[in-house]
């Protein structure tokens, strides 16, 4: 084990433009990460083995969606001790996503502003990439794949994509999340109102009961949600989860409101906002959602977690379990092991 400090390379990564460091960092992960060069970045997993719906965990800590959208490196960033890692989000089709720059750092918040929307080579590459993957999950690490809908798909058919997306990923998923909670794909989050929400869940439910037959395994399924929801709108979210007989809730994706940062540079672009801004409001929506739901149905939380402390707080407001993206930018592989030990030490 070398891990490689990451106050080393982080100043060398900040000097880049932020989506060309992450295509860089991501690019070198997937050459690398099954060659002996990985052990730069390998860290010792933390046992603290917990089982969440149905599903045994090896530790709380899992990366959060968006990340790997393609899926190209699972072992490698498994390497750095998540128990379990989400990949996608995923569309049918392959698609551009939003012009560049569409990515920004708010170092002076340990913030990102993203915009990409969705940027991703389609369901078909995604699913080779995920069957490559091995070692990660012979090791005990589960697989969460997150599925969305393609841009240019109507919101009147956002179903279709969803089911696509379903049947795609089911044999080789440890868990699904629906994700309709990313700012970045038009009318995308209207998907979480009343209506939509009962339609698509139903849709859903049924076709996995199909898969669950066919496949001879029911996968859990989680759906993901925004943060800028008020009590009113999560409260509908977790009935409608409880009634078409959901398996977990991730709480939550990136924010639109501004005020944490405002003034500072950048903090006007259009996208949705993560990392130490979104930290409190994710938490009250994981509270607001543990006391909807009741005690014992699963929830994600993630949302602005940086040491931990912070994977700390996140289990204190409800969370069963934790995933983190930005802090992995700002903290490096560091913080993996940090905020697993962190609960573990806790129970
Ligand atoms: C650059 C970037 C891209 C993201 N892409 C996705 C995505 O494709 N699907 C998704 O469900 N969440 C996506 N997210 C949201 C994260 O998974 C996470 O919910 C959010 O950033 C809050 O956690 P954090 O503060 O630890 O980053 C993205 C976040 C960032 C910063």
Same mark, same amino acid.
């Given at each position: 084990?070398?891990?490689?400090? =990451?106050?080393?390379?982080? !100043?060398? *990564? ?14 070198? *992960?997937? $050459? ?27 530790? $709380? ?47 002076? +918040? ?5 915009? *990409? ?11 080779? &990439? ?15 794949? &997150? ?11 956002? @179903?279709?994509? =969803? ?11 440890? =868990?699904?999340?629906?994700?309709? %909670?990313? !700012?970045?794909?038009?009318?995308? $989050?209207?998907?979480? %109102? ?22 001879? +395994?029911? @996968? !859990? ?31 939550? &994706? ?19 906002? %993560?990392?130490? !801004?979104?930290?409190?409001? %994710? ?6 959602? +543990? ?14 977690? *940086? ?17 983190? =993206? ?14 697993? +030990? ?6």
């Amino acid at each position: 084990m070398a891990l490689i400090p =990451y106050a080393l390379t982080r !100043p060398f *990564l900040f000097g880049l433009d932020p989506e060309h460091a992450h295509e860089l960092t991501l690019g070198s *992960l997937a $050459r690398l990460q099954d060659t002996p060069a990985r052990c730069l970045w390998t860290q010792a997993r933390v046992q603290d083995p917990v089982t969440v719906a149905g599903l045994r965990f090896p530790n $709380r800590i899992g990366l959060a969606a968006g990340l790997d959208k393609n899926g190209r490196c699972i072992d490698g960033l498994g390497d750095m001790g998540f128990g379990f890692i989400e990949v996608g989000t995923v569309t049918p089709l392959g698609q551009p996503g939003n012009p560049k720059p569409r990515m920004f750092r708010l170092p002076e +918040r340990q913030a990102l502003i993203n915009r *990409l929307g969705f940027n991703n080579e389609g369901l078909d590459a995604f699913l080779a &990439n995920v069957q490559r993957a091995r070692r990660f999950r012979a090791a005990g690490g589960l697989l969460g794949l &997150n599925i969305g809908k393609n841009a240019a798909t109507p919101i009147e058919r956002a @179903v279709d994509d =969803y089911l696509i997306g379903l049947a795609g990923v089911y044999p080789h998923a440890d =868990y699904v999340t629906v994700n309709i %909670s990313s !700012p970045n794909t038009q009318n995308l $989050r209207s998907l979480q %109102s009343d209506e939509a929400l009962d339609g698509l869940l139903g849709a859903l439910q049924a076709r996995r009961a199909e898969l669950a037959a066919q496949h001879g +395994r029911q @996968v !859990p399924m989680f759906l993901k949600i925004a943060p800028d929801l008020d009590e009113t709108q999560v409260g509908v979210i977790a009935a409608t989860l409880k009634k078409h007989g959901l398996d977990g809730v991730i709480a939550t &994706n990136t924010t639109l409101a501004r005020e944490a940062v405002a003034g500072l540079p950048h903090a006007q672009e259009a996208g949705g906002l %993560s990392g130490r !801004p979104v930290f409190e409001a %994710s938490n009250r929506v994981i509270r607001q959602l +543990r006391a909807a739901l009741g005690p014992g149905f699963p929830i994600v939380g993630v949302g602005g977690v *940086l040491s931990g402390e912070d994977a700390r707080a996140k289990i204190a407001a409800g969370a069963d379990l934790v995933q983190l =993206y930005t802090g992995l930018i700002y903290r490096g592989p560091e913080l993996v092991a940090e905020a697993a +030990r962190a609960l573990a030490r806790k129970g």
